[in-house]
C-alpha cells in the first residue's frame, strides 16, 4: 500500500497516465472517493493512455460504458445502483470474473461482496481545507496484483 498527494486535476491526470502504462489485460481496477473526489478524471486520464480517443464520461445513468483503446476498457459506476440483481442484469459479474481488457469501478465499495476476490483499490479523499489537494491511497486486494502495486510505488516515489 502506498498514498501520495496531487495538488491539482494536472497532478492527478497524471499520476493516472503512469498507472496506464505499467497496467496490464485482465486488471480490475476500484475507484472510491466521494463525489467530486476525481474518480472520473482518473478513468479519463487513464483511457487516454491507452489509445482511447472518443468521450470518457462517468457511465452513471446507463452503468457501465466500453471503450476501445488497445484493448476494450469497460467503466462501471455503481453509484446509482440500488442492488446486486441489477449488476447481474448488465452482465457485471462475466467482467470481472476473468476480465478480459481492464475493467474500472467507480463506487465500487457500494457493493463489496460483488467485488472479485483480486483488485486495485485506489482510494482518493480530498482533505480539508487546499480545494484541490487530493489524497490518493494505492493497495492490491488479493494477492493478483500486489507485484504490480509495489511496481507502482516504486515508479511514483521515484517521479520517473
Ligand atoms: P468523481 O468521479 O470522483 O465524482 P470527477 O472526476 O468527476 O469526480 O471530478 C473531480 C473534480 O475535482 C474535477 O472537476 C476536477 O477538476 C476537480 N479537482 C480538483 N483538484 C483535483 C485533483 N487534485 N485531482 C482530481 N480532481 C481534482
Ligand atoms: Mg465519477
Not at 484493448?71 to 476473468?98: A, K, M, N, V
Not at 476476490?117 to 491511497?137: A, H, P, Q
Not at 502495486?149 to 520517473?160: A, R
Request: with cysteine.
Amino acid at each position: 500500500m502506498f498514498t501520495c498527494l496531487t495538488h491539482s486535476p494536472e497532478e492527478t491526470a497524471a499520476l493516472a497516465e503512469l498507472v496506464g502504462q505499467r497496467v496490464h489485460e485482465g486488471t480490475v481496477i476500484c475507484l472510491e472517493g466521494d463525489l467530486g473526489a476525481g474518480k472520473t478524471l482518473f478513468v479519463q486520464s487513464f483511457a487516454r493512455t491507452l489509445g482511447v480517443e472518443g468521450e470518457v464520461t462517468s457511465p452513471t445513468f446507463n452503468l457501465m460504458n466500453i471503450y476501445e483503446g488497445i484493448c476494450p476498457i469497460y467503466h462501471f459506476d455503481l453509484y446509482r445502483l440500488e442492488s446486486e440483481q441489477e449488476l447481474e442484469e448488465i452482465g457485471f459479474y462475466e467482467y470481472t470474473d476473468e476480465p478480459e481488457g481492464i475493467v474500472l469501478i467507480e463506487w465500487a465499495d457500494k457493493f463489496p461482496d460483488s467485488l472479485p476476490e483480486d483488485y486495485v483499490r485506489i482510494c482518493i479523499s480530498r482533505g480539508e481545507g487546499e480545494e484541490t489537494l487530493r489524497t490518493i491511497t494505492f493497495s492490491s486486494v488479493g494477492e493478483a496484483y500486489q507485484a504490480f502495486v509495489k511496481e507502482l510505488s516504486e515508479i511514483v516515489y521515484l517521479g520517473d
